[in-house]
């Protein structure tokens, strides 16, 4: 799995002129399934996401989760996340997974995200044409992948 973490104000995603989530200050999250991820790679995501410490504590130093301060995530389903741009210019997307393996697991992470942050995460749809908007905080942006866990 791999996962764009931005820390933001607000965010929020839009499907058919719908908001069918937003969030004020915390996480707006892209998630990528590939071919080879399993319930292992969500658990680690999940735990990674809601302890790192991104956000300022008193001193303005990143020091603080998303748990610690009380904030919100969105998560956005992103298969485009796991293109291989190896060869030529127009990016191979073999390595995400297909719908029926990767929702599952999209649903799996939003639902244990929820559980440890214990508050409802707002989603987009998956596999909708989603616009999304965010006011990104910093700006701080990281990127994760469950296989290479660096």
């Known amino acids: 799995m791999r996962i764009v973490i931005q820390r933001v104000r607000s965010a929020s995603v839009t499907v058919d002129q719908r908001v069918t989530g937003s969030i004020g200050q915390g996480l707006l999250l892209l998630l990528g399934v590939g071919g080879e991820d399993h319930e292992d790679d969500v658990e680690w995501l999940v735990k990674k996401v809601v302890a790192m410490r991104i956000f300022d504590d008193s001193e303005g130093v990143m020091n603080l989760s998303v748990r610690d301060i009380d904030g919100e995530a969105l998560v956005v389903s992103q298969f485009t996340l796991m293109a291989s741009t190896k060869k030529g210019n127009r990016p191979s997307y073999i390595h995400a997974a297909p719908p029926d393996y990767s929702v599952p697991l999209y649903e799996l992470f939003c639902r244990r995200l929820s559980d440890e942050m214990g508050k ?10 989603m616009q999304v908007a965010l006011v990104n905080d910093g700006p701080v942006t990281i990127c994760m992948d469950s296989k290479r866990k660096e």
């Open 120 to 129: 409802k995460v707002p989603t987009g749809i998956f596999g909708a044409d």
